[in-house]
């Protein structure tokens, strides 16, 4: 069991340092298309599936929405503190918004629905330094920290197939390794 734990984590150690050495991903805001709303609880938030997820300098987050219905805003950390949505640093419209995250640092996202950010329609996306993505292996979120389910970073919207096939390096050189 013990030495199960073990392999299990240096393949996810594997997995991440993998996931660094490759491209740009594209995540679905939320893991799955639609999830631009207002949650229908704490544990359903998008900052929930935000800490859950690693954000890398050229991956590109996309919302999906209905363009009639909703908008996307990035705004200052106070704006999104208040979700003064009266002066936003951009606005996003068109039901199929996809914002690449260009430097690394917070990026702060709220509805521009009436009243929706009040109600939970907001999300901070923290992205990795140079720094610390070179590194490539800050440790993986323990089950604990997020108080759900083991989450793998592999396990995300967009970056399923790449996670998967990472996911048999992973273990491919673990057998090796091991
Ligand atoms: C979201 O919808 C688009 C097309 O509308 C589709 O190509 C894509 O695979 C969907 N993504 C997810 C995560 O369901
Ligand atoms: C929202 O922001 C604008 C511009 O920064 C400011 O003039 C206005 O007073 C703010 N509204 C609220 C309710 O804080």
């Known amino acids: 069991m013990a030495s199960h734990k073990a392999a299990l984590l240096s393949s996810v150690l594997l997995v991440s340092l993998f996931v660094t050495f490759t491209e740009a ?11 631009w709303k207002i949650p229908s609880s704490e544990s ?11 954000f890398r300098v050229g991956d590109t987050l996309v919302w999906t929405y ?30 199929n918004t996809k914002v690449k995250l260009d430097k690394s ?7 521009g629905a009436d009243g929706h950010c009040k109600q939970g329609q907001k999300l901070i996306i923290v992205v990795m330094s140079k720094r610390s993505q070179s590194m490539g292996i800050s440790p993986a979120p323990s089950p604990v920290e ?26 491919l050189t673990g057998m090796i390794l091991f």
């Not at 991903?25 to 999830?35: A, D, H, L």
């Not at 359903?44 to 690693?54: G, P």
């Not at 208040?82 to 002066?87: G, K, L, M, R």
């Not at 989450?151 to 790449?162: H, I, M």
């Open 44 to 54: 359903d938030s998008l900052n929930k599936w935000a800490e859950a997820s690693r």
């Open 146 to 171: 997020f108080g759900g389910p083991a989450v793998a970073p592999t396990s995300t919207g967009g970056v399923t197939l790449r996670g998967g096939l990472g996911l048999i390096f992973g273990v």
């Open 66 to 95: 209905d363009p009639k219905k909703d908008s996307v805003l990035q705004v200052t950390k106070k704006d999104y503190e208040t979700c003064n949505t009266s002066s936003p640093l951009a606005t996003y419209k068109d039901g």
């Open 25 to 35: 991903r594209e995540f679905v805001v939320g893991g799955k298309n639609n999830s």
């Open 105 to 111: 640092g917070p990026y702060y996202f709220i509805s």
